[in-house]
């Protein structure tokens, strides 16, 4: 149920409550179910690019490497709900995580759609900006900050936390992540993943 009462669509409730977490305000987590169902739902379009990834792994040239990197981002995805699970059942929080984990879930959408938007207006209002190196840069800057507010945000409304806690459940996530980009680097077949990351980057700066 909605906070007026009135009924509305799933998708229609699902990015009501992303626009409205997205903006500071706490009210969006009511748009959200907390359910096994909607948490599903909400990590299937992430598990969609995956499955598509795997289907594609036979096709490159260093099948390894692409293997390592499909397993490695079903790690990454299925990580924050491990980490933030047993920070709940520490905290006594248990009976709000799957409402939380669905709505931080549906909410790293709004990464990707500011990160467009950002880049849509640069194109359309200053398309000798968008050739620049620093654009790039900039551009990555404000979306992994406002990445790292969003989720704290999520973190603290959601499970009801205070802002340390939100915090240290926060950074715990991106450690775990962290560690698990580190052994892939550290054992064969070495994937480099700030490679990946930087690459836009130098390519960038060859233009």
């Given amino acids: ?12 409730r699902i990015i009501q409550g992303m ?7 706490r009210e969006g987590l009511a748009f959200f179910e907390g359910t096994t169902n909607a948490l599903g739902a909400a990590m299937a379009p992430q598990l969609a690019f995956v499955l598509v990834g795997g289907l594609q792994v036979f096709l490159q040239p260093d099948k390894v490497m692409e293997l390592v990197k499909l397993l490695l981002s079903f790690c990454v995805l299925l990580v924050p709900l491990v980490v933030t699970h047993a920070y709940a059942r520490r905290w006594g929080r248990e009976g709000l995580w799957l409402r939380y984990m ?15 938007t950002c880049t849509i207006l640069a194109v359309l209002l200053f398309p000798a900006l968008v ?6 840069v900039a551009l990555v ?6 990445e790292m507010w969003l989720q704290w945000f999520v973190a603290r409304v959601g499970l009801e936390l205070g802002a ?4 240290v459940l926060y950074l715990s996530v991106l450690l775990a992540c962290f560690a698990l980009y580190a052994i892939a680097a550290l054992f064969p077949p070495h994937y480099l993943f700030m490679h990946d990351i930087l690459q836009p980057m130098v390519s960038g700066t060859q233009h």
């Avoid at 669905?102 to 467009?116: D, E, G, K, Q, R």
């Avoid at 340390?164 to 915090?167: D, E, L, T, V």
């Fill in 1 to 12: 149920m909605i906070p007026d009462g009135k009924p509305m669509s799933t998708v229609k």
């Fill in 19 to 25: 626009l409205l977490l997205s903006s500071g305000r």
């Fill in 102 to 116: 669905t709505a931080a879930t549906w909410c790293n959408w709004m990464i990707v759609l500011v990160s467009l």
């Fill in 131 to 136: 050739k620049e190196p620093a654009f790039m």
């Fill in 141 to 146: 800057f404000v979306a992994t900050a406002y």
């Fill in 164 to 167: 340390g806690r939100a915090i």
